[in-house]
């Protein structure tokens, strides 16, 4: 039987004060237990994060499906999961007031702070004798690593693209299987879309961090990142950077291709893209569900293209979720816990019998099977199990054959190391300044932000 037990929304602020016995209590030095100590036949009980709310009524049933399959197999794990979620502003709350659940979800940019602050639990044993945890995809299992040792697991991944509106493109002349694939193209089929629908051809994010994020992808896919590798450098202000920004101004002001409103946060834009007012933009590849299954949007209209790069581009952004552990956790709470991620995502991948039941079930209550995303194990068991569930796949997948033939071949460029967030919202009024002003100083605006950006990075 599941146990289900919610806690309230966590709406706290940590005080400074709070934060710093915290740090030292949970220093990076707490130990976590060691795997060999851990009974896993004793009754134990571990707190999950991230259980889908009642608005999500697909996505709940399916963890809650989850939930009690696991519990069957293991009689001995009471599961109490929460509604809990990471967030910026809430997470050292969570920390400080000892109410982390055991095992909740995060994202790659916050991972290696975490770990420097002892916040979460070294789960390097815990894994070692799992077969499918062999086979993560290196290049996302080394997000999760810190000399050596592994204190997360990443359980989803993926790549920044270019997001299209295949009806719109038909409607505007275009081909919607061959998307555009350089920058030039890109505006090319916003002047189309603007001049032959009733959408804007292409839109930017502006608000909550969001401007920042894509304003780094595009600085990473015209040439330049926006903090050196040690982030101990800001380098906002750079030829690639500038050149986004310039581009920028073209859709903006001579184009006129970008529409009206300027201030725009990530649920605008999803709402804006997935009723089809918005022709283009910038964003994470695996949003489909998101698109389709939350926001309505015809699965058939959605498009999603290799974000273009240019000549001297990096490569994409990339980024995903982890699960981390409480660093509090017993050995016997850290061993249930990593066998219920094992359980709840990476099953399917060794298990034939769990991967199709777990696709029929997802597939009867509307949850996409099969859409687009970068693996986070290798691409024989990604492959192995594509073939297990291919009955299932409710996914047009041949409407992103360019992006899911390249996917794997792009050169994936991390999120800023040190305070991406702080970053993000630093950039967010210099997209908002070029998009409000036609005059605007893109060098004094660059030059503001990596001042004030350089100030928090020495800060610490």
């Known amino acids: 039987m599941t146990h289900i037990r919610r806690r309230p929304a966590l709406a706290l602020a940590a005080t400074f004060t709070a934060f710093a016995l915290a740090a030292c209590s949970q220093g990076a030095g707490a130990p976590d237990g060691d795997a060999s100590d851990a009974d896993t036949e004793a009754p134990v009980t571990i707190t999950v994060g991230n259980m889908p709310t009642t608005e999500n009524p697909e996505l709940r049933a399916d963890f809650e499906r989850k939930l009690d399959a696991f519990t069957e197999a293991h009689p001995n794990i009471t599961i109490e999961p929460e509604e809990t979620e990471w967030a910026a502003d809430t997470w050292n709350a969570l920390i400080a007031g000892g109410t982390m659940p055991t095992v909740i979800s995060a994202p790659f940019t916050e991972i290696q702070s975490m770990i420097a602050r002892g916040q979460v639990a070294d789960v390097t044993d815990y894994l070692a004798d799992s077969e499918v945890f062999s ?221 199709v039941s777990e696709a029929e079930a997802a597939a009867a209550d509307g949850v996409a099977v099969g859409e687009p995303a970068l693996p986070v194990v290798d691409r024989d068991v990604y492959d192995q199990w594509l073939g297990w569930v291919e009955p299932y796949i409710n996914v047009p997948r041949e409407n992103y054959d360019l992006y899911l033939s390249t996917v794997e071949e792009v050169t994936l460029v991390p999120e800023p190391p040190a305070k991406a967030q702080e970053l993000y919202n630093t950039l967010d009024a210099v997209v908002q300044g070029v998009l409000t002003r036609q005059d605007a100083d893109i060098e004094q605006l660059l030059q503001t932000a990596q001042d004030s950006f350089q100030s928090a990075l020495e800060l610490g």
């Open 135 to 355: 086979r993560l995809n290196p290049s996302v299992l080394a997000v999760a690593q810190a000399e050596d040792r592994t204190y997360a697991i990443p359980t989803s991944a993926w790549t920044m693209g270019l997001l299209y509106n295949r009806d719109l493109f038909e409607q505007a002349g275009l081909d919607p299987d061959a998307p555009p694939q350089t920058w030039d193209e890109v505006r090319t089929a916003a002047q189309a879309i603007d001049e032959q629908t009733e959408a804007q051809g292409f839109l930017t994010m502006t608000l909550d961090n969001t401007g920042g994020w894509v304003l780094t992808t595009m600085s990473y896919a015209f040439g330049s990142t926006l903090e050196n590798e040690d982030a101990t450098e800001a380098t906002i202000v750079n030829d690639a950077t500038t050149e986004v920004l310039d581009y920028y101004q073209q859709l903006r002001w001579e184009d006129e291709t970008m529409g009206s409103n300027f201030l725009v946060n990530y649920d605008d834009a999803v709402q804006l893209f997935a009723s089809g007012q918005v022709g283009m933009f910038v964003q994470g590849a695996d949003n489909y569900t998101n698109m389709v299954v939350k926001n309505g949007m015809d699965p058939e209209h959605f498009g999603v293209a290799p974000l273009p790069q240019q000549p001297a581009g990096l490569g994409t952004l990339s980024g995903g979720n982890l699960a981390v552990f409480s660093p509090t956790a017993t050995p016997e709470q850290l061993a249930a816990a990593v066998a219920w991620v094992e359980f709840r995502d990476f099953l399917k991948y060794t298990d034939e019998e769990v991967a």
